[in-house]
């Protein structure tokens, strides 16, 4: 899995690429946050996600 984090601004912005040869589901985790929900990344496949303060990324963790 491939990130890539735009943290300038009010939003957050991160793509994320699943650069596996295979589906993966993960979710993105935040600090002082909720998580966001499971996502099914197919293979190749890139997904967009933001998110607003006071949430900062702290990782991808599968689910």
């Known amino acids: 899995?491939?990130?890539?984090?735009d943290s300038r601004g009010?939003?957050?912005k991160l793509w994320v690429t699943n650069t596996c040869g295979y589906t993966v589901r993960a979710k993105v985790a935040?600090?002082?946050e909720t998580d966001l929900y499971c996502y099914t990344?197919?293979?190749g496949e890139t997904h967009?996600?933001?998110w607003?303060?006071?949430g900062r990324f702290d990782g991808l963790r599968r689910c």
Request: aromatic share 30%; charged share 20%; glycine share 0%.
């Open 1 to 5: 899995m491939k990130t890539q984090l």
């Open 30 to 32: 935040l600090a002082h």
């Open 52 to 54: 607003s303060w006071p």
């Open 41 to 43: 990344y197919a293979r």
């Open 10 to 12: 009010y939003y957050d």
């Open 48 to 50: 967009y996600w933001r």
